[in-house]
């Protein structure tokens, strides 16, 4: 079992907090030494790190976690040659970033544009 898993269980069992603290220090530690996780693993914690800052109602800051989060999800999706299966995860990703879009800035976009409404309503991601 990888660090990964661990922050995927530890965001399954709800503990959103200790998902931030520990996505965050791991994202620093893979800026600070890229070779130390790979573009998928760096981007299923931006992901996870995302999420838990949503949960804590941090919703500007979660959308520059998701927005980088897609550019990740961009990267990776050039890089491998390979489909990867976390496409489903990329357009939950979008979604949410405009569901936050829409919630902060309700004048400057339409929301139609953005996503369907349904998708609108329902703000909790389906993780990988």
Do not use: W
Not at 61 to 86: E, F, G, H, P
Not at 106 to 115: F, G, S, T, Y
């Amino acid at each position: 079992m990888n660090v990964i898993d661990h922050v995927r269980d530890m965001a399954a069992a709800g503990l959103h907090s200790n998902v931030r603290i520990l996505s965050s220090l791991l994202l620093t530690m893979s800026n600070n030494n890229p070779e130390l996780f790979s573009p998928a693993q760096k981007y299923q914690l931006l992901v996870y790190h995302a999420d838990a800052i949503f949960h804590d109602k941090e919703y500007r800051n979660a959308a520059c976690k998701y927005s980088m989060a897609l550019q990740q999800k961009k990267v990776l999706s050039k890089t491998s040659k390979v489909r990867t299966s976390t496409g489903g995860a990329a357009s939950n990703i979008q979604a949410q970033v405009c569901f936050i879009k829409v919630s902060i800035f309700p004048l400057k976009i339409d929301a139609p544009q953005c996503v369907s409404l349904q998708i609108l309503t329902d703000c909790r991601m389906q993780l990988l």
